[in-house]
Nanobody, 124 residues
């Protein structure tokens, strides 16, 4: 079973930056970041498919967030810049070992394994 450990959340003012880190205890074909606020569905933020070097972002974060990875360490990062209060959420790392073919990298059903989440709070 793949286990994920997230870190890097915190509180910042609007316009600030945070970097999230997620490390898996084994190789996965897919890793991604999602976020959720109470009462709303989990929203895909960014995902990466390692074998094809494919990256996908949600429209709401394009140009502000960057997903990157250290494959040797089974680690993905989410660099979040120009944060706005609407980015406030619990952020979850997700991963999957299977091969899905052509599939969205920011859809929750792509992923089998989930981290515990790290809170990001952006104040105005």
């Amino acid at each position: 079973r793949v286990q994920l450990v997230e870190s890097g959340g915190g509180s910042v003012q609007a316009g600030g930056s945070l970097r999230l880190t997620c490390t898996a205890n084994g190789y996965c074909n897919y890793m991604g970041w999602f976020r959720q606020v109470p009462g709303k569905e989990r929203e895909g933020v960014a995902g990466i498919y390692f074998p094809g070097d494919v990256i996908e972002y949600a429209d709401s974060v394009k140009g502000r967030f960057t997903i990157s990875s250290d494959r040797d360490k089974n680690t993905v990062f989410l660099q979040m810049n120009s944060l706005v209060p609407e980015d406030t959420a619990m952020y979850y790392c997700a991963a999957d070992e299977r091969w899905h073919g052509d599939i969205s990298l920011i859809t929750p059903t792509t992923y089998e394994y989930w981290g515990q989440g790290t809170q990001v709070t952006v104040s105005s």
